[in-house]
């Protein structure tokens, strides 16, 4: 059956990145875009042509899910996990995978639910200055930039997973 570690065998660990990569990164985005949306609903109520901003500040927070599902499916397709070849990988393989994407599993989450919070503030600064969305994403995207790093670093580890 090969080598295991916490009952996992390499094949599993690799199975076990892809799908919590996925999990926390729309975690985390689900999270920051319903906060974002509620506050947004309510302006809205208000004064219904602030939309356009406010749908931007509100979508912000959803990228890290897409962070997430790009990691998680790159892991699906560098080791085979579809066609079967996954089975193939090592326990030291696997958890090398599962590693890798640590950074965008931790990162993705936090940064997406912190995201949505500055979000929600910069609805709240488009409430009373409509013309400040822009200012609002600029300061909601700072947040952004650990999520992005977090998949550079993840791609650079799951490539060295697939190399090593």
Same mark, same amino acid.
């Given at each position: 059956? $090969? ?10 660990w690799a199975v076990f990145a892809a799908s919590l ?33 406010? %749908? ?5 927070? $959803? ?35 599962? %590693? ?24 709240? %600064?488009?409430?009373?200055? $409509? ?7 600029? %300061? ?25």
């Open positions: 059956m $090969g080598e295991t570690f916490l009952g996992f065998n390499g094949y599993q990569s996925v999990i926390f990164g729309g975690i985390g985005s689900c999270v920051g875009i319903a906060s974002a949306a509620k506050m947004s609903a309510g302006v809205l109520a208000e004064d219904p042509d602030k939309f356009g901003g406010l %749908l931007v500040l509100s979508i912000l927070p $959803g990228t890290q899910g897409i962070y997430g599902f790009i990691t998680g499916l790159l892991v699906v397709v560098f080791f085979g996990l579809l066609e079967g070849d996954g089975k193939s990988i090592v326990l030291a393989q696997g958890v090398r995978i599962f %590693l890798g994407c640590l950074p965008v599993m931790i990162m993705c989450l936090v940064s997406g639910i912190f995201q949505g919070m500055v979000s929600t503030a910069g609805v709240s %600064l488009v409430a009373k200055r $409509g013309e400040a969305a822009g200012q609002g994403m600029i %300061l909601s995207a700072l947040v952004e930039t650990y999520a992005v790093l977090s998949l550079v670093v993840s791609l650079f580890l799951i490539m060295a997973a697939q190399s090593g």
